[in-house]
């Protein structure tokens, strides 16, 4: 179900003294399975971005298809576009709202029209999916720890049974232990073939997750590649105000000392293997 984004822009306050532009003529398209991650400083439009892919806004022009759905026609709803794309809102806990964890999450399916029996059946599935132990299911919410709560707040997304999934800076203002998690989980629901889209401000957790790398700056695609391509340009990205993961930063600096590692090197296993190469050679001279 491929996501296609012609010529997007998207204006805030148009005709008024505030008129600010947010996108500027935005293009790519998005493939069945890819894990996709968005990056770009703050007020580049990465969240006003991924808030046109299940039409919470409207181009001011431009298109945005969804498996042949033209969003923001006429005659297309809004409950078939948002059974195909699913968004998971920074800090989503915030939203949650029910007695109980079950009834949280069975209130994206309910919007649906599924009956109560399915409603209960696609939260039960989705909790375990997200690893919450059946124990919490009756508990408030409210009572669970950041981490949980998040993986309740991902699960009701996930009860819709969306094809593709997006997530707007999934591991903020967890503790170490909860970003583990739910960067694992974010990791889990790509493998089970969901189309996935991860907004993040961190090049370490991109570096770590993501097949393809989408860098805004300034309402406009500055970029649009693999992360060993966009790692490539270190200069433009430090230009506006990103830094390369730290694999990438000491692979840069061990190539400065002539060890030989590819321009764009990040992963870890291939920066080991250049340093042992390099001091086996150092050993045989």
């Not at 012609?6 to 398209?29: M, N």
């Not at 894990?35 to 181009?59: D, E, R, W, Y």
């Not at 939203?95 to 009956?115: A, C, H, K, Y």
């Not at 000491?250 to 190469?277: M, N, T, Y």
């Amino acid at each position: 179900m491929p996501i296609e984004v012609k010529h997007v822009s998207h204006i805030y306050q148009a005709g008024s003294p505030f008129e600010s532009a947010a996108l500027k003529d935005v293009s790519f398209t998005i493939e069945d399975g890819e894990f996709v991650g968005v990056i770009g400083h703050t007020g580049s439009g990465k969240s006003t971005l991924i808030q046109h892919l299940n039409a919470l806004l409207t181009p001011t022009s431009g298109q945005i298809i969804v498996d042949g759905l033209h969003l923001g026609e006429k005659g297309v709803s809004l409950r078939d576009v948002r059974r195909r794309v699913g968004l998971v809102f920074q800090y989503p806990e915030y939203q949650l709202f029910e007695e109980t964890v079950i009834r949280d999450v069975m209130f994206g399916p309910r919007n649906l029209g599924l009956s109560e029996a399915e409603c209960r059946e696609r939260a039960e599935e989705a909790l375990t999916q997200v690893g919450l132990s059946r124990t919490l299911f009756d508990k408030s919410p409210f009572e669970l720890s950041g981490g949980q709560k998040r993986r309740v707040a991902v699960a009701g997304v996930m009860a819709m049974k969306p094809h593709v999934l997006i997530l707007d800076e999934p591991a903020a203002g967890l503790d170490p232990r909860g970003r583990e998690e739910i960067l694992s989980l974010v990791k889990d629901i790509h493998a089970r073939g969901a189309t996935t889209i991860m907004v993040s401000h961190s090049m370490n957790d991109v570096a770590r997750l993501c097949t393809r790398l989408l860098v805004m700056n300034r309402g406009e695609l500055a970029m649009d590649g693999s992360p060993r391509e966009i790692f490539r340009r270190g200069q433009e990205l430090a230009q506006m105000g990103l830094g390369l993961p730290a694999t990438a930063q000491l692979a840069d600096r061990l190539r400065s000392k002539g060890f030989d590692i590819a321009e764009g090197a990040f992963e870890r296993e291939e920066i080991e293997a250049a340093i042992l190469r390099h001091f086996g050679r150092e050993a045989g001279k």
